[in-house]
């Protein structure tokens, strides 16, 4: 096995992990992400996690709104269109 550089390692391949390398990536960092099997497959293609507004906590509210707009820009992030 050849050995590999990057600048950051990212353990699993779910929600959080994807968008990190995602993001990363995006800001011109090598990044190497790991993943045992398919991308989103286990906790976070299973979950009931959700991208909504209400019934948040006041807290929350800021950053689910901060989401959201993201959310409503991922086909020009990504360059394809996932129907989200």
């Known amino acids: 096995m050849t050995p590999q550089k990057s600048d950051v390692l990212i353990i699993g391949g779910g929600f959080m992990g994807s968008s990190s390398a995602f993001?990363?990536?995006q800001h011109g960092r090598s990044v190497t992400l790991l993943e045992r099997d398919q991308i989103g497959q286990y906790?976070?293609?299973?979950n009931f996690g959700n991208?909504?507004?209400?019934?948040r906590?006041?807290?929350q509210l800021e950053?689910?709104?901060?989401?959201?707009?993201?959310?409503?820009?991922?086909?020009?992030?990504?360059g394809e269109d996932l129907e989200f």
């Open 63 to 78: 950053l689910s709104n901060r989401s959201w707009a993201l959310w409503k820009r991922l086909p020009e992030l990504i």
């Open 43 to 46: 906790a976070s293609g299973v």
């Open 23 to 25: 993001f990363l990536r």
């Open 51 to 55: 991208v909504r507004r209400q019934g």
């Open 57 to 59: 906590f006041l807290g």
